[in-house]
């Protein structure tokens, strides 16, 4: 992949980077699904989107 499209759909993304709600980990990019208890969608890290 060229270097300028590299992260070209992710950072087209609104609030594509920030603070994962579950671990709390601070400016990682938040991708990843998930669905609460509660029927609530959450967007989440990598690490708590794959537990």
């Known amino acids: 992949m060229a270097k300028p499209n590299r992260g070209a759909s992710i950072k ?3 609030n594509w980077r920030g603070t994962c709600p579950c671990c709390k ?6 991708l990843w699904t998930k669905v609460t208890e509660n029927k609530e969608k959450l967007t989440v890290c990598k690490h708590c989107g794959n537990k």
């Open 25 to 30: 980990r601070t400016r990682v990019k938040l």
């Open 12 to 14: 087209s993304k609104e």
